[in-house]
């Protein structure tokens, strides 16, 4: 099977008085990470389904919204509307998973469930046969430009070894500090989908760090070939 890492950049990171420009600058990534904040599941506030539809416009590429609220249920759907194309849920914050996942699928689009750097991964054990991705967070979510928790290669060890003993194979996504100086080490250890909001937006080329990221990240791949 062929293997691919993705690159994912986070407009957190990004200047806002450029958007157009700033998604433009990053058109050679695979994904655009659009970070939802609430100011309670998390201390910071961002964007809503609104500058979604803006987003939209502006990018051709997917994409993948990480919702950190405290209301998934009630605001999911939002985001559909507003034209997300991979939707991701915090599962500390869900209360019906199986039911958003759902839902999401009838619209067409990817199902995601994230958990944060103190979740168990065997939290995810009755949900992750119904998912197209899983986003481990390498952070605590709340802020861009934060150092990367070690933790989470264990993490990511224990989701490889979970998605494999149920036989599915759902994108794994990482995110929260991740650069090209770890990428090829967190894909080594299962992740294929790689957010970088600093790593790429304070880059003075922006398009040359996502080329970046995504060369680190393939020789990853050749390392778990070799194990
Ligand atoms: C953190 C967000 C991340 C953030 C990543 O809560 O979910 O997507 O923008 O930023 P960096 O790559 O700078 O850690
Ligand atoms: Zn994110």
Do not use: W
């Not at 991701?88 to 914050?93: P, S, V, Y």
């Not at 080490?185 to 294929?192: D, E, F, L, R, S």
């Amino acid at each position: 099977m062929a293997q691919t890492v993705y690159v994912s950049p986070s407009i957190l990171a990004a200047d806002f008085l450029n958007l157009g420009a700033e998604l433009d600058s990053v058109r050679n990534a695979d994904f655009i990470h659009y970070d939802v904040m609430d100011g309670d599941f998390v201390p910071n506030i961002s964007f809503g389904p609104g500058i979604l539809r803006t987003v939209k416009r502006g990018t051709d590429l997917p994409v993948d919204v990480h919702m950190m609220v405290s209301n998934p249920d009630e605001v999911f759907k939002d985001y559909l509307d507003a034209g997300a194309d991979i939707l991701t849920f915090h599962l500390e914050a869900a209360k019906h998973a199986h039911r958003m996942v759902d839902e999401i699928h009838k619209r067409g689009r990817r199902a995601s469930v994230a958990i944060n750097p103190g979740t168990a991964v065997s939290s995810l054990d009755a949900i992750i046969d119904y998912l197209d991705m899983v986003l481990v967070m390498s952070v605590n979510p709340g802020f861009s430009g934060q150092r990367f928790i070690e933790h989470t290669y264990t993490q990511l060890n224990k989701l490889t070894t979970l998605c494999r003993s149920h036989s599915v194979r759902p994108m794994i996504e990482i995110d929260g500090g991740i650069s090209p100086k770890n990428a090829s080490q967190v894909v080594a250890a299962g992740a294929n989908v790689l957010v970088g909001g600093s790593a790429v937006f304070d880059a003075p080329d922006h398009a040359q760090a996502v080329e970046d990221m995504r060369t680190c990240g393939m020789r990853g791949i050749d390392l778990r070939s070799r194990a």
